[in-house]
């Protein structure tokens, strides 16, 4: 066992679109022996002898946690992903910065996995599906008339900004690349959390 990381979560200022990228990274079912290498360092903790041995490569772009787990796959250890172990996790972004992070991110991920392409027809068809996708979740949980404008725009500077970082990389493994861009299935709902556990308030904590 290399790594472990939780869940992570928006609030209600969390933009529907990344709610439903939350959901796709981080589903309710735990994965304890993940044979691929997608996690993320805001909520993990690392083994503190693998990471003195191989620390994250700070001269990338972004993606040094994807970086690291790919190393430590290589090197026959596995990851666990426990989704009891749950965050909330907000990005108060405009569109600019949307786009500049994931163009960050591509920029890296192409340097991680430089056989990979991303091109105009993958462009226009994960930015068209995962539109279609989440106007249609935001219709089933009544919020389309509040979310369909930002709904637009989230998708399209995530998508742009990725084209843009591809073209500034065998396939890359499916399952890594439907965690990173593909959307959430039809048939699939973002449900209310069922933890048995109430959620630490640090703010409490600090007023004690």
């Not at 044979?35 to 191989?54: D, G, T, V």
Request: contains cysteine.
């Amino acid at each position: 066992m290399a790594l472990v990381y939780g869940r992570q979560r928006g609030d209600k200022i969390t933009r529907f679109s990344e709610s439903q990228v939350f959901a796709r990274w981080y589903p309710e079912i735990s994965n304890p022996v993940q044979k691929h290498p997608f996690c993320n360092n805001a909520n993990a903790a690392i083994r503190r002898e693998l990471w003195a041995q191989h620390p994250y490569d700070e001269t990338l772009s972004g993606l040094e946690d994807l970086a690291w787990a790919r190393w430590a796959v290589n090197e026959g250890y596995h990851l666990a992903y426990i989704a009891e172990a749950e965050v909330v996790h907000v990005h108060a972004e405009q569109p600019p910065q949307v786009y500049n992070r994931y163009r960050r991110e591509a920029m890296a991920f192409k340097h991680i996995f430089p056989q990979e392409r991303f091109g105009l027809r993958d462009f226009l068809r994960l930015l068209s599906s995962n539109i279609a996708s989440d106007l249609w979740h935001a219709t089933r949980q009544g919020v389309l008339g509040a979310s369909w404008s930002r709904i637009v725009w989230f998708r399209w500077m995530q998508f742009r900004g990725t084209y843009q970082g591809f073209h500034q990389s065998g396939p890359l493994t499916w399952q890594l690349r439907q965690t990173f861009y593909y959307p959430q299935g039809i048939n699939s709902t973002l449900r209310p959390p069922t933890r048995g556990v109430e959620p630490i308030q640090y703010n409490d904590l600090a007023e004690d």
